[in-house]
C-alpha cells in the first residue's frame, strides 16, 4: 500500500505482531523480506520458463497441438488465479527493492533462453526457420507481462479471462508456427 521505500521495519514487525529486532532475526533486511514475500509468484514465472524453454523445454512442434494450447491457457490461468496479488505487487509496486527490473531481467533472460532453445530446436528439426530478431523474441516476454498487467488493472471475470487468454496464446502460437514455418 505505502511502497518498500516509505515504508518502516518497525511497521512491518508492528503489523506482524513482533518488534522489528526480532523481524531482523530473520531477515536481513525489508528487500530481503519482501523478496521472500514475492517468491512463489517469481518461482512460478521462473518454472514457467524453465518448462518451455529451458533444458528442458517442450519440443517446438508441440505447439501445433491443440493439447499445448489448452496447456497454455490452463497455465497462464492458473498463474493470474494462484498468484495475481503477488503479481500485482511485483509488476506495479516493486519500486525500490532488488525486484523493480523483474520484469526486464526476465525478458531478457527469457530472449537469451528462448535463442538457444530456438538452437536445439534447429538440430532437432532442420526444416524450421529459425531466423528471428532478437527483439521479435524479447517482444514476446514483454506481450506476456503486459497481458499480465491489464488482466490484473481490470476487474474481468473468470469466463471473459479464460476467453482473452485463449485468444492471447492461440495468436501468439500461430504468429510463431508462420514464423518458424512449422
Known amino acids: 500500500e505505502e511502497g518498500i521505500e516509505q515504508v518502516t ?3 512491518v514487525a508492528d503489523l506482524a505482531g513482533y518488534n522489528s529486532a526480532t523481524l531482523y532475526n530473520y531477515f536481513e533486511n525489508k528487500d530481503e523480506l519482501f523478496c521472500v514475500i514475492l517468491r512463489p509468484v517469481s518461482d512460478a514465472l521462473e ?3 524453465q518448462e518451455h524453454h529451458g533444458a528442458k523445454g517442450a519440443d517446438i512442434m508441440l505447439i501445433c497441438s491443440e493439447e499445448y494450447l489448452k496447456s497454455a491457457v490452463d497455465e497462464y490461468i492458473s498463474l493470474i488465479n494462484k498468484h495475481g496479488e503477488l503479481m500485482k505487487i511485483l509488476l506495479f509496486h516493486s519500486q525500490g527493492s532488488s525486484l523493480e527490473t523483474f520484469r526486464e531481467d526476465y525478458t531478457n533472460r527469457s530472449t537469451e533462453m528462448v535463442k538457444t532453445w530456438f538452437a536445439e530446436m534447429k538440430e532437432k528439426h532442420p526444416e524450421i526457420n529459425v531466423v528471428v ?14 497481458l499480465f498487467e491489464e488482466m490484473l488493472k481490470h476487474a474481468i471475470d473468470s469466463k471473459e479471462m ?5 485468444e492471447y496464446i492461440l495468436f501468439e502460437i500461430q504468429g510463431w508456427r508462420a514464423l ?3
Open 180 to 182: 518458424l514455418r512449422v
Open 133 to 146: 530478431s532478437d527483439f521479435m523474441i524479447h517482444l514476446q516476454a514483454v506481450w506476456m507481462f503486459t
Open 162 to 166: 479464460e476467453y482473452i487468454v485463449h
Open 47 to 49: 518454472r514457467m520458463l
Open 9 to 11: 521495519a518497525r511497521k
